[in-house]
T-cell receptor, first 116, second 118 residues
Framework: NAGVTQTPKFQVLKTGQSMTLQCAQDMNHEYMSWYRQDPGMGLRLIHYSVGAGITDQGEVPNGYNVSRSTTEDFPLRLLSAAPSQTSVYFC???????????????FGPGTRLTVL | AQSVAQPEDQVNVAEGNPLTVKCTYSVSGNPYLFWYVQYPNRGLQFLLKYITGDNLVKGSYGFEAEFNKSQTSFHLKKPSALVSDSALYFCAVRDGSGTSGSARQLTFGSGTQLTVLP
């Protein structure tokens, strides 16, 4: 099992460009989320989803869109990239109902994004 | 609102010595507390969690953490540090009350860089 995969690993964009960060899981977990990691600020939640067709905003949603059409995939879209979106992005998944792994999140390897 | 404080950006310890990485939290309901570790250029890995029960929680790689409700702390400890323990450590909390989506959101601390010196 691959667990949680993210593509691409690295990306450089120019201001105003758009792109989609991909996240896929083979763990059949209901909950998927996107975080950004910035130095000295820990991880901040961007968007999350508790199942296919359901998404909601986290702490820092502005400038990002998400959709969840399947259990496996949770893409993050930047419609018009800005230098302030330079960061490392992590996708994380967890089961909402498995009592053995309550609240344990499994993280992907991350995407390092630079916006010039 | 919930929050986590990791008061030390950097902790240095000699190999073989005990280590402590500090974490304090604030949450309105029942705290669910977590420690994650991040090695360079990798995603976060789960170490341990406190949901309920014994205040001393044992986790992966010989780490443990003690939940102290009166001091609202959840410090990470290890009796004998290894060079391979050098990494970035994150404490996280969420309100364990209720079942709404917002209650499932984790709040992370800013991280503590642990360096174990040989």
């Amino acid at each position: 099992n691959a667990g949680v995969t993210q593509t691409p690993k690295f990306q450089v964009l120019k201001t105003g460009q758009s792109m989609t960060l991909q996240c896929a899981q083979d763990m059949n977990h209901e909950y998927m989320s996107w975080y950004r990691q910035d130095p000295g600020m820990g991880l901040r939640l961007i968007h999350y989803s508790v199942g296919a067709g359901i998404t909601d905003q986290g702490e820092v949603p502005n400038g990002y869109n998400v959709s969840r059409s399947t259990t496996e995939d949770f893409p993050l879209r930047l419609l018009s990239a800005a230098p302030s979106q330079t960061s490392v992005y992590f996708c994380a998944v967890k089961s909402l109902w498995d009592s053995r792994s309550t609240d344990t999140q499994y993280f992907g390897p991350g995407t390092r994004l630079t916006v010039l | 609102a919930q929050s986590v404080a990791q008061p030390e950006d950097q902790v240095n310890v000699a190999e073989g010595n005990p280590l402590t990485v500090k974490c304090t939290y604030s949450v309105s309901g029942n705290p669910y507390l977590f420690w994650y570790v991040q090695y360079p250029n990798r995603g976060l890995q789960f170490l341990l969690k406190y949901i309920t029960g014994d205040n001393l929680v044992k986790g992966s790689y010989g780490f443990e953490a003690e939940f102290n409700k009166s001091q609202t702390s959840f410090h990470l400890k290890k009796p004998s540090a290894l060079v391979s323990d050098s990494a970035l450590y994150f404490c996280a909390v969420r309100d364990g009350s209720g079942t709404s989506g917002s209650a499932r959101q984790l709040t992370f601390g800013s991280g503590t860089q642990l360096t174990v010196l040989p």
